[in-house]
C-alpha cells in the first residue's frame, strides 16, 4: 500500500489526525492493533477544553457534542477546610465541555466511515522502517498476512506502550519521568452526578474527584495505595470511604448504586524529548502522560495533533516551517500543561511518606487560592486549556 501519511494508533489522537488531513486533502491511513469493540469499550476522560470542542467543529464532528455535552463554568474545589469555586467563565470567558472521549472517538469513528477512510484493526506487529531516511515504511501482520505501506511521513500516537517513541534511538531520546506514589480508584456508576461541577476534594485520608459522564452516569475516584487491588474495594466500602473525604454537606447528598466499571490507575507524570525523529512524528501518549489530576490527557493529546495536523498540511502545500519546528512548538505545551497537572496532584494529594510540613504548605496554598482572585484566574487559565 502507498498513502501520504500512516497514523500508528487508532485512538481518539490517530483518528482526530486521519480526519483532519483527509478533510484538507492528505491521503492517511490508520493502524490499530485492537478491534473497534475494544477501543470503543474503553473507559477514559471527559473533560474537553474550550480547544478540543474547537478543533472538533473544526472537523465537522461537533453536532453530537453540542446537542449531548455538559457545558461547564466552573469547578468546586474542597480541601483543608476551605470551599473554593473557580469561575472559568467569569475569571476567563471560556468554559469546558462533560463529554466522555468513547463519544468522541465513536463520532471520529462515524466520520471517517462516512469518507471511506481506510483505519485497519488488529494490526500486530507494527515495524517502523527508515524513519530517518526519504523512504520511510510500516510493516506489520493483519489476519495472518504480512503487510507493508510506503508514507511520505508517520505519526506515532499509539500510546506510552506503543512501538513509536521506542524507535527513537536511545541515545537521541531524553526521558523525563515522575511516580506518584499513589493510584486513583476509579468506579462508572448509573447514578445522578454529586454537583452540578466536579468536585475535587483534598482530604488528609486521600484526594477524592467526583465527576460525570451524563445526567445519570458518574465517575468517582479515590486516590488509594499502589498495593491496593481492585478486588479489595467492594462498592460499599468504596462508597463509604467517598463520604468521609467530602464536606458533610455534599456527603449527605450523594446517590450511590452499583458499580458498572471498576480500576485502578497509577498516576506518573512522563516526557519524552524530542517528538520527532526524521519522518516519524509523536503525537499523546506516546510521547508524554500527566496526571489525571488537572485534566489534561486527552486535551494535551489534541493539541498536538492540532499542530501535527496544521504542520503536515502546511508542507504538502510547500511551506517546510511548521513540520520543521513541531516538536519544539508540542512540548512548549507541554511542559506548561504537565507542570499544571504536577502542581493540582500535589496540592490535592496526600502524601503521608512527606511529613507534616508538606500537608501544612497544601493548606497555605488552598487557603491562599480562596483569598486570591489572580491564583483563581492562574488556575481557571490553564484549566481551560492554554492558547495553541
Known sequence: MRHQVCIIGGGPSGLLLCLLLRRAGVDAIVLEQRSRAYVLGRIRAGVLEQGLVDILHHAGVGQRLAAEGFVHDGTLIVAHGRRVHIDFKALTGKTVTIYGQTEVTRDLYDALDAMG??????????????AETDAPYVTFTRGGQAQRIDCDYIAGCDGFHGVSRRTIPEALRQEFEHVYPFGW??????TPPLHHELVYAGHERGFALCSMRNANLSRHYLQVPLTDRVEDWTDETFWAELRRRLPPDLAEVLVTGPSIEKSIAPLRS????????????????????VPPTGAKGLNLAASDVWYLSQALI????????????????ALARVWKASRFSWSMTRMLHSFPSEGPFLARMQAAEVDYLAGAPAAQTALAENYVGLPY
Open 185 to 190: 480508584l476509579g468506579i462508572l456508576s448509573e
Open 314 to 329: 502546511a508542507q504538502y502545500q510547500g511551506d517546510a516551517a511548521p513540520l520543521a519546528g513541531y516538536s519544539a512548538q
Open 117 to 130: 477512510a481506510p483505519v485497519l484493526h488488529e494490526a500486530e506487529g507494527v515495524t517502523i522502517h527508515g
Open 270 to 289: 512522563f516526557i519524552s524529548e524530542p517528538m520527532s525523529w526524521g519522518r516519524l512524528f509523536l503525537a499523546g501518549d506516546a510521547a508524554h502522560i
